[in-house]
């Protein structure tokens, strides 16, 4: 059974850090593209970031390009997403998902809130 | 970027009636657009890829259509489970998604 757990959210103040980690299970993590979605608390979905099965290739979105860095750990089955430079408006439930497009497995989310 | 443009909003609907949600792209994204389906409190579920491809186990009241720029998700015969948020996702740039469609009862 595939299965993607997130962790690592919490509550940060605006400027601070925070890594995300998001652990796959039950299907060879290391033959497909991984990416961060999130969703701020009441609102939409909005793709943050992707990474390719072996890191070639990373995207991001314009909102948090520059900010933030997606990264993986073949070995260890794991995705990471460094968010730095944190803002108010970064305050969202963020997914792990896999694959390039039609995301058919996602996590459950874990919740970052950026507030002093 | 690429705009998807959602519409409506949200709908008040009857079990048993026809649905029909659209989303318009800013620019041309070919067939790569899925439709996600977000129960409250759960993560998004893959209902729809390549604009008109039935994911695995997805009951065919669910359809979707459309290329280009103009796309349409349809639900044939609603039931009470499928009262949710609607996203339409492009996957031809990056990928941006549509703002939902909530349906709820009248």
């Known amino acids: 059974e595939v299965q993607l757990v997130e962790s690592g959210g919490g509550l940060v103040q605006p400027g601070r850090s925070l890594k995300l980690s998001c652990v796959a299970s039950?299907?060879?993590?290391?033959?497909?593209?991984m990416n961060w979605i999130r969703q701020a608390p009441g609102k939409g979905l909005e793709w943050v970031a992707y990474?390719?099965?072996?890191?070639?290739?990373?995207y991001y979105a314009e909102t948090v390009k520059g900010r933030f860095t997606i990264s993986r750990d073949n070995a260890k089955n794991t995705l990471y997403l460094q968010m730095t430079s944190l803002r108010s408006e970064d305050t969202a439930l963020y997914y792990c998902?896999?694959?390039?497009?039609?995301?058919?497995?996602w996590g459950q989310g874990t919740l970052v809130t950026v507030s002093s | 970027d690429i705009v998807m443009t959602q519409s409506p909003t949200s709908m008040s609907i009857s079990v048993g009636d026809r649905v029909t949600m659209n989303c318009k792209a800013s620019?041309?994204?070919?067939?790569?657009v899925d439709w996600y389906q977000q129960k409250t409190g759960q993560s998004p579920k893959l209902l729809i890829y390549?604009?008109?491809n039935r994911y695995t186990g997805v009951p065919d009241r669910f359809t979707g259509s459309g290329s280009g720029t103009d796309f349409t998700f349809t639900i044939s015969n609603m039931q009470a489970e499928d009262l949710a948020v609607y996203y339409c996702?492009?996957?031809?740039?990056?990928?941006?998604f549509g703002g939902g469609t909530k349906l709820e009862l009248k």
């Open positions: 998902a896999r694959g390039y497009s039609s995301w058919a497995y």
């Open positions: 039950g299907f060879t993590f290391s033959n497909y593209g």
């Open positions: 990474i390719s099965s072996g890191s070639s290739y990373i």
């Open positions: 620019q041309n994204v070919g067939s790569n």
């Open positions: 390549k604009a008109s």
């Open positions: 996702m492009q996957s031809n740039s990056y990928r941006t």
